[in-house]
């Protein structure tokens, strides 16, 4: 058991797991490369899991160096290859990591508005390409009050965040006769469909399967060790467990958009699994270290299997 800790701890903490991460996505993506379009989905991967180290560098979201978050995501991601094919809807994950962190910068500023209306604007800028993520908004307005960034200030500026990409939007399909343009997303947004998974794959269900039993574990075990963190550190945590449950909800109530809740929720696991991988050395997480490991190798086999047979 000492033997298994101690690789955890190497390859949570060590210098080389970034660059060896980084050589396996490309080998996977490659491998998997089926369409020119996907080089755009991988850029975009790219830049998110450059808001990962920023996010967790700025506000100290893991107490030593690791990049663990940011390989969690990048491995995974590579791993899900039905979503490597570009679509619009790929930058939710992007506008959601960057909402976050803007969030984060909100703590305990009720009369500072601007990361506050950056938080929502992404959240706007999200919902034109996925309208489904303004069911994002209620959670982030409830989170101000731990935040502490709650007032008439940042509320009015939350409201002025979402509206300004429809604002525009407005101006341009008024101009130019397509109001279609600018209802799509908002009758889109509340329109209601079936609970229905026969639509889905296989390999769908199975990727959504291992990061939400990954992303319910993790959460939960924040949640017991979480008087070990400084109090912003705790409350950034919270919003994250909390963030990624409330996704979990949506996917299972709309499944016709399970990708893209499932998505967001990497995101939210991806931090909260290297919180513990990371900070958490005991029997209980070099088991599941191992065991998430073997997982993520029958995952991404499966996947890539998946993909060829059905070709």
Known sequence: MKELIRLQTQVATGRFTLPVVILVCLLL???SYQEWNELFS?????FIGYIFIETNTA???IRTRTTMPVCIYWLITTALFFLHPFDWSNFVPLVFVLAVYQH???YESPSFPFPTFHTFLFVSLGSLAFPQLLFITPLLWISMIPFRSMSW???WASLIGLMTPYWFLFSYAFFFEEMHLFLTPLKEAVHLYPIDFSHLTINELASWGFITLLLMICGFHYWQIAFKDR?????NHSFLVIA???TTILSILQPVHLCQWMSIQLVCMAFLS???FTLTRNRFSGILFIVTFVLYILLMSFNLWMQYFNS
């Open 29 to 31: 993506w490659g491998v």
């Open 42 to 46: 991988l850029l975009i991967t790219l």
């Open 59 to 61: 506000f100290n979201l």
């Open 104 to 106: 984060f910068l909100s």
């Open 153 to 155: 200030k940042n509320f």
């Open 231 to 235: 109090t912003r550190t705790r409350i």
């Open 244 to 246: 990624g449950f409330w």
């Open 274 to 276: 290297g919180h513990l």
